[in-house]
């Protein structure tokens, strides 16, 4: 039930196209889902974060899409560019419960 | 300026010895957590704690221990208990009463030799 799905494992997108990721959860106390964003040899840092009581929130090109009743959440890359390849993971919480998903490869081609 | 800092960048160790690894917060925040991210996996919680003096075991604590005298320092150490302690390690910082978000350092990787 602690466990975060995350698909696909890796993903390579064209510049310019979208690039999606697709989490899911089991625990229905999980109350706030981030995204991370992680360049090779560096922390991950926070890209953007949704709680339950809205269905989608947008940050510039970045976008999460929440499905609460089918338990799942999604990031979305607009107009994708090479510089945005790096390692992305979703997460979920409830207090100080943090569970990661496993994380997904992002390659842009120039 | 604000932020987690992690000492060495980079620390490589001999079988059968411990090694400490360092993380400071200059962020006043009262959570942290250390983290082990083996390559195309994901994050693994080692240990966290919510005050000074008390910290509490994740899902892979054995072979580590850690101490937090100090609300801005959470050290972590990797004893020769560890079977498979090259990864690479993350300390993470939080405010619960504020947020849920989780800050991260810039990590360390330790290999053993």
């Known amino acids: 039930q602690q466990q975060v799905k995350q698909s696909p494992q890796s993903l390579i997108v064209q510049k310019g196209g979208i690039s999606i990721i697709n989490c899911a959860y089991e625990?229905?106390?999980?109350?706030?889902f981030p995204w991370y964003q992680q360049f090779p040899g560096k922390g991950p840092a926070l890209l953007i974060a949704i709680r339950p009581d809205v269905s989608e929130k947008k940050e510039g090109r970045f976008t999460i899409s929440f499905n609460k009743s089918a338990k799942q959440f999604s990031l979305h890359i607009m107009d994708s560019q090479p510089g945005d390849s790096a390692t992305y993971f979703c997460?979920?919480?409830?207090?100080?419960?943090?569970?990661f998903g496993p994380g997904t490869r992002l390659s842009v081609l120039p | 300026d604000g932020g987690i800092t992690q000492s060495p960048k980079y620390l490589f160790r001999k079988e059968g010895q411990n090694v400490t690894l360092s993380c400071e917060q200059n962020?006043?925040?009262?959570?942290m957590y250390w983290y082990r991210q083996d390559p195309g996996q994901g994050l693994r919680l080692i240990y966290y704690?919510?005050?000074?003096?008390?910290?509490q075991k994740g899902d892979i604590a054995e072979g580590y221990s850690v101490s937090r005298e100090k609300k801005e320092s959470f050290p972590l150490t990797v004893t020769s208990a560890q079977k498979n302690p090259t990864a690479f390690y993350l300390c993470?910082?939080?405010?619960?009463?504020?947020?849920?978000?989780?800050?991260f350092g810039p990590g360390t990787r330790l290999t053993v030799l």
């Open positions: 962020l006043n925040h009262d959570a």
């Open positions: 997460a979920a919480s409830y207090g100080q419960n943090f569970v």
């Open positions: 993470a910082s939080s405010m619960p009463r504020y947020t849920d978000t989780q800050y």
């Open positions: 625990n229905t106390a999980f109350d706030y």
């Open positions: 704690s919510q005050i000074v003096n008390d910290f």
